[in-house]
């Protein structure tokens, strides 16, 4: 009996120790069964190295990227890349993703080119991906080889607009978002661009995006002072640092690697760009003023044309040419304070051409960006609603420059003064805008 309790006490002890042992062990070595535990963190390798520049080379290629956001309108895929690729040397790439934690395998991408290249051998291209399962993906790059590991010199661009989804309109920041791509060379029309910038905020515009190349030293300032007012966005475009574009629009007769300095590839990603800000963009040059001429602002119009047509997601404008050679013989509007302030004074030029029928006539657009997949400049190019082409009578576009048509004589021109309805108001915030940057003459 006492031998057996001794053997019961000893068995006892040998059962303590050998729990007491693999409790130490299974404390201090990780089961191999175990799921690896994520970081707390973006891991070092996309945090590191995250893109924020407007323009990121892209490893191993002869491409650019622009900008990557969330679109999931597109059946299996969620992502679009936007970027500049070299036409000649398209080749198979890979999505990499920065999941929330960890780093995601590899998807395969598809590269779809902008039709439009006028000839030059760089074109806007988006590139779509799908992320994979059980990733949250917060950033994105592009390899030329599946399942390779991320390289210190991988560029990791964020991925925005990841609260597009299911966003209502009437909740946006901005109503009217103007883009208004590539400012390039000396370009200094100061005088018509802050009467052009003080009508559309009469007419409800609430934010201009302007991609900046360069620009002459006058503007510069006047951008700068519209830009810290919270008005004007402005977005470096350094795009001449990487290729040699082209001031035209047609390679056989203008030269370059890219159509006017990429202007095809900034509106395109100004749409994605302001997609969850504003319920309408207006696509349109620096010179250019879409204006209604039956309703006091652009949200009236657009009430109006949403009620007629609720199912159009693009609006289609007319362009209207006032040559700057033809003056109002008045002289009302030739004010003494502008004298010495670069530029045209647009409230100078009341004659407007009709456009010629016999030949292709360009529109601009008020588009609704949540229904715009791409675009080109005069037409989008894929659209998820209909197309609407708004009379003449109920809106035009201002457009004063050098004549299309010189032939015409002042009488065969129409007189519209539809920028005079406006004086009043605009007059005076001209004077305050060129006031506040040391250009208006007191004198």
Not at 6 to 13: A, T
Not at 255 to 260: A, I, R
Not at 365 to 392: A, C, D, Q, W
Not at 423 to 429: D, Y
């Given at each position: 009996m006492?031998?057996?309790?001794?053997?019961?006490k000893?068995?006892?002890?040998?059962?303590?120790?050998?729990l007491f042992?693999?409790?130490?062990?299974?404390?201090?070595?990780?089961?191999?069964?175990?799921?690896?535990p994520?970081?707390?963190?973006?891991?070092?390798?996309?945090?590191?190295?995250?893109?924020?520049q407007?323009i990121?080379?892209?490893?191993?290629?002869?491409?650019?990227l622009?900008?990557?956001?969330m679109?999931?309108?597109?059946?299996?895929?969620?992502?679009?890349?936007?970027?500049?690729?070299?036409?000649?040397?398209?080749?198979?790439l890979?999505?990499?993703?920065c999941?929330?934690?960890?780093l995601?395998k590899?998807?395969?991408?598809t590269?779809?080119?902008?039709?439009?290249?006028?000839?030059?051998?760089?074109?806007?291209?988006d590139?779509?991906?799908?992320?994979?399962?059980?990733?949250?993906?917060?950033?994105?790059?592009?390899l030329?080889?599946?399942?390779k590991?991320?390289?210190s010199?991988?560029?990791?661009?964020?991925?925005?607009?990841?609260?597009?989804?299911?966003?209502?309109e009437?909740?946006?920041q901005?109503?009217?978002?103007?883009c208004i791509?590539?400012?390039?060379?000396?370009?200094?029309?100061v005088?018509?661009?802050?009467?052009?910038?003080?009508?559309y905020?009469?007419?409800?515009?609430?934010?201009?995006?302007?991609?900046?190349t360069?620009?002459?030293?006058?503007?510069n300032?006047l951008?700068?002072?519209?830009?810290?007012?919270?008005?004007?966005?402005?977005v470096?475009?350094?795009?001449?640092?990487?290729?040699?574009?082209?001031?035209g629009?047609?390679?056989?007769?203008?030269?370059?690697d890219l159509?006017?300095?990429?202007?095809l590839?900034?509106?395109?990603?100004?749409?994605?760009?302001?997609?969850?800000?504003?319920?309408?963009?207006?696509?349109?040059?620096?010179?250019?003023?879409?204006?209604?001429?039956q309703?006091?602002d652009?949200m009236?119009?657009?009430n109006?044309?949403?009620?007629?047509?609720?199912?159009?997601?693009?609006?289609l404008i007319?362009?209207?040419i006032?040559?700057?050679?033809?003056?109002?013989?008045?002289?009302?509007?030739?004010?003494?304070?502008?004298?010495?302030?670069?530029?045209?004074?647009?409230l100078?030029?009341?004659?407007?051409?009709?456009?010629a029928?016999?030949?292709?006539?360009?529109?601009?657009?008020?588009?609704r960006?949540?229904?715009?997949?791409g675009?080109?400049v005069?037409?989008?190019i894929k659209?998820?609603?209909e197309?609407?082409?708004?009379?003449?009578d109920?809106c035009?576009?201002?457009?004063?420059?050098?004549?299309?048509?010189?032939?015409?004589?002042?009488?065969?021109?129409?007189?519209?003064?539809?920028?005079?309805?406006?004086?009043?108001?605009?007059?005076p915030?001209?004077?305050?805008v060129?006031?506040?940057?040391?250009?208006?003459?007191?004198?």
């Amino acid at each position: 009996m006492e031998l057996l309790k001794h053997f019961k006490k000893k068995l006892v002890l040998v059962f303590i120790t050998a729990l007491f042992l693999f409790l130490v062990f299974t404390m201090k070595t990780p089961s191999t069964y175990n799921s690896i535990p994520k970081p707390s963190g973006p891991p070092s390798a996309c945090s590191m190295r995250i893109s924020e520049q407007t323009i990121t080379p892209l490893n191993n290629t002869k491409h650019l990227l622009v900008s990557a956001y969330m679109d999931q309108r597109v059946k299996d895929f969620d992502i679009r890349i936007i970027g500049i690729f070299r036409r000649d040397s398209i080749q198979p790439l890979h999505c990499f993703f920065c999941c929330t934690g960890y780093l995601s395998k590899t998807t395969p991408a598809t590269i779809l080119q902008h039709p439009d290249n006028f000839g030059f051998p760089f074109v806007t291209t988006d590139v779509m991906c799908q992320i994979p399962q059980n990733c949250n993906a917060t950033h994105v790059t592009l390899l030329t080889t599946p399942d390779k590991e991320s390289q210190s010199t991988d560029q990791w661009l964020p991925i925005r607009n990841k609260d597009t989804i299911g966003q209502k309109e009437e909740n946006m920041q901005f109503d009217f978002t103007v883009c208004i791509s590539n400012l390039f060379g000396d370009y200094n029309n100061v005088l018509q661009f802050a009467q052009t910038l003080e009508m559309y905020k009469l007419l409800g515009v609430n934010r201009v995006v302007i991609y900046n190349t360069s620009c002459g030293p006058e503007l510069n300032r006047l951008l700068q002072s519209y830009s810290d007012e919270g008005f004007v966005e402005m977005v470096p475009w350094p795009i001449d640092k990487h290729l040699n574009p082209s001031r035209g629009w047609l390679h056989s007769e203008h030269g370059g690697d890219l159509h006017y300095y990429g202007q095809l590839t900034t509106l395109n990603e100004c749409i994605y760009r302001s997609m969850e800000r504003s319920r309408y963009v207006l696509l349109n040059d620096i010179d250019e003023i879409i204006m209604p001429y039956q309703h006091d602002d652009l949200m009236s119009l657009m009430n109006t044309l949403r009620n007629q047509h609720p199912n159009a997601g693009v609006f289609l404008i007319e362009n209207h040419i006032f040559p700057k050679k033809h003056f109002e013989p008045s002289g009302r509007f030739h004010l003494p304070q502008w004298n010495g302030v670069p530029g045209i004074n647009i409230l100078e030029h009341i004659y407007r051409e009709d456009p010629a029928r016999n030949i292709y006539h360009p529109h601009k657009m008020i588009v609704r960006p949540g229904m715009v997949e791409g675009t080109s400049v005069h037409e989008v190019i894929k659209n998820f609603g209909e197309r609407y082409k708004v009379p003449l009578d109920v809106c035009r576009i201002i457009h004063v420059r050098v004549a299309l048509q010189g032939s015409l004589t002042l009488e065969q021109l129409n007189v519209d003064k539809r920028l005079w309805d406006f004086q009043e108001k605009l007059i005076p915030n001209v004077d305050k805008v060129l006031k506040r940057v040391g250009m208006l003459n007191l004198t």
